[in-house]
């Protein structure tokens, strides 16, 4: 082709036909800045194309990653409504002044469930390593910020602040000095039950874990919310 450009350019010089080379110059030179701007053109098509695969690669990973958010908070949420029921159960035995029955061991144990958020956020902390520009919708890039840069650590730092301390140093004592009790593996038998019925400290423990387990509910209900709603985000941007 250069070859072919080159001696029509000499035929049109020797010939003296110089107004002729001069048109004939500035095309070739247009067609040159086309050729040029058509190769970027395809040349960017090709890096978006790379980028938009990667996007969708990181997006794919972090939609499963959601999933186990949600199925750990689901059965959190689940655990903290067990230990709500029981704790009310307890309750309601202690104002009835009703007697003891062998049922009640695993309500006293049920009392004393607490639960940790697990997030999954390996794939969130890849994606920002490379560059959370590269999820096209800012809307979108700006909800899983969201998500992982302030909700999820929030219930965490609540769970670190108030409901690990409050079972560490407040409801695990009280159990191992007032029950025959194993942690989660067995009922909690009480060592007097006539006298905890009117213990004032102890229910006064249980009102105060289950304020604390239903506000920790009322986070992992409201995070549900949002890692159920950022996933389908997520999915619908894929699509």
Known sequence: MIKFFRKIRFKLITENKTSRYFKYAVGEIILVVIGILIALQVNNWNENRKIKKIEIKYLSELVGALELDILDLKSNIKNSQKTIESIDLLLNHFEKNLPYNDSLGKHFTNST???????????YEKLVSIGLDIVSNDSLQTKIVKYYDYSSPYVRKNEEVIVNPHHNLSVRPTMIKKFNYSWLLKPAIPNNYETLKSDVTYISLLNTTREIISFKQKMSKNLLDEASILQQNIKNHIK
């Open 113 to 123: 469930l607490f639960t940790n958020l697990i997030t999954n956020s390996s794939v």
